[in-house]
C-alpha cells in the first residue's frame, strides 16, 4: 500500500517564556497554527526501513533524523518493525522556527499506525510524540492551538482563516542555543490570557488588535542567531511592515495579513517570502 502525507509547517503567533524547569527546559505557553508550506512524505512498499530525501542534502539519514526516530519509537512501543521506504520530499526550512523536523515525526507516526492497523490510540500517539520533541505533539493534529509545560500540554481551537506574509533569511537558528542564550524571564501569564490576547481576536479577525498582542520572548535571546533576525525585522519596518515578529527559535519572520503590500519591494533581498495561509 502507498501513502502520501502532506507534512505541514507551524508559526508561533506569540511565545511567552515563563522560567527555567528542574529538567532543563523553559515553562512556556504558546500559541501555534499550521501553515500551507508543507513537506511531503511518502511511504512505499520495501523488505526494509530506508530513508530517501529530495531537496535537502544536509539532513541526515541515519537514527539522527526525526523521521528514523518516529519509526524505532513505534517499533518500541507496538513490536511491529516498520519496512516501508519512506521518500522526505523536503521544503521546509530547516531550522527556521517552521518545526519541519517535528513535523515529520508526527506524520510519521500517524502514518505508520495507519499502515498497520492503526495499533495506537490517538492518546498513545499524543504520549509518543512527547519523546520525540516539544512542538511534535501538536502536529499530531495541527491547526490552531496553545501548547504550554514544555510544549507538550495542548488544547485546541477551531483553525482560523487568515494570510501571512513568511519570509526565510537563509540561515537557521540552533533552538538549543537560542534557550540557552536566553536571560532569565519570568512572564506572570495564564492560557486564558493567551486566549483574550491572540485566540479571540485571531477568530474574529480583529488583525489590528491581534498584532498589538503579539510577542515572541525568545526574540530577547543573546544568540548571535536572533541579532540577525532582529535586523531582519527592522528591515522591513523600513519597507513599512511594523509588524512582525520571529518564529519560534527562528530563523524565520512572519507578519499577518498584509494584503496591499507592493510584493516588488520585497524582491532581490538577502531573503525569500512567501504569501501564505493558515491550514
Ligand atoms: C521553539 C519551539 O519550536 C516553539 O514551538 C519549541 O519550544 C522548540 O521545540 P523543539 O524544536 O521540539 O525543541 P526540542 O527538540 O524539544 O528541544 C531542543 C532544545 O531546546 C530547548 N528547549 C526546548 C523547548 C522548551 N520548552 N525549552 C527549552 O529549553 C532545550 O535546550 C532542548 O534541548
Ligand atoms: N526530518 C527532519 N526534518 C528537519 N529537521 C530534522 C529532521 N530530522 C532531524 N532534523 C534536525 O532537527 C533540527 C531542526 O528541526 P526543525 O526543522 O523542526 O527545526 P525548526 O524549523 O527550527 O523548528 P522549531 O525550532 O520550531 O522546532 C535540525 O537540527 C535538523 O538537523
Redesign the pocket.
Known amino acids: 500500500m502507498k501513502l502520501i502525507i502532506p507534512s505541514p509547517a507551524?508559526i508561533?503567533l506569540s511565545?511567552w517564556i515563563k522560567g527555567?524547569?528542574k529538567d532543563?527546559?523553559?515553562?512556556?505557553i504558546?500559541v501555534?497554527h499550521t501553515i500551507n508550506l508543507y513537506d511531503v512524505l511518502y511511504f512505499l512498499p520495501s523488505d526494509r526501513l530506508e530513508l530517501h530525501i529530495e531537496g535537502n542534502q544536509t539532513l541526515p539519514l541515519g537514527s539522527s533524523n526525526l523521521i528514523i526516530k518516529a519509526c524505532r519509537l513505534f517499533r518500541e512501543k507496538t513490536g511491529i518493525n516498520p519496512k516501508v521506504k519512506i521518500k522526505l520530499e523536503k521544503n521546509i526550512p530547516i531550522g527556521a522556527?517552521l518545526?519541519g523536523?517535528?513535523s515529520n515525526a508526527a506524520n510519521t507516526l500517524k502514518a505508520l499506525n495507519t499502515l498497520y492497523g492503526n495499533p495506537l490510540s490517538k492518546e498513545e500517539l499524543f504520549e509518543l510524540a512527547e519523546n520525540?520533541?516539544?512542538?511534535?505533539p501538536?502536529f499530531i493534529r495541527g491547526g490552531l492551538a496553545i501548547?504550554w509545560?514544555?510544549?507538550e500540554k495542548l488544547k485546541f481551537y477551531s483553525p482560523a482563516n487568515f494570510k501571512i506574509l513568511l519570509i526565510y533569511p537563509y540561515f537557521s537558528c540552533s533552538?538549543?542555543e537560542?534557550?540557552?542564550k536566553?536571560l532569565q524571564i519570568k512572564r506572570e501569564i495564564s492560557v486564558e490570557d493567551a486566549e483574550r490576547l491572540i485566540i479571540s481576536p485571531l477568530i474574529n479577525g480583529n488583525f489590528e488588535e491581534l498584532k498589538e498582542n503579539l510577542v515572541n520572548d525568545?526574540e530577547k535571546s543573546e544568540s548571535d542567531c536572533v541579532k540577525k533576525v532582529l535586523k531582519i525585522k527592522e528591515e522591513l519596518k523600513e519597507l513599512g511592515i511594523e509588524k512582525s515578529l520571529m518564529?519560534?527559535?527562528g530563523s524565520c519572520v512572519f507578519s499577518i495579513d498584509t494584503g496591499d503590500l507592493n510584493t516588488d519591494l520585497l524582491k532581490n533581498k538577502h531573503w525569500w517570502f512567501k504569501f501564505l495561509s493558515a491550514i
Not at 532543563?24 to 512556556?28: I, K, N, P, V
Not at 520525540?132 to 511534535?136: A, M, N
Open positions: 507551524k508561533n511565545l527555567k524547569r532543563g527546559y523553559h515553562e512556556l504558546t501555534m522556527g518545526g523536523g517535528s520525540l520533541g516539544s512542538d511534535v501538536f501548547a509545560g514544555r510544549g533552538t538549543a537560542v534557550y540557552q536566553l525568545l518564529s519560534g527559535s
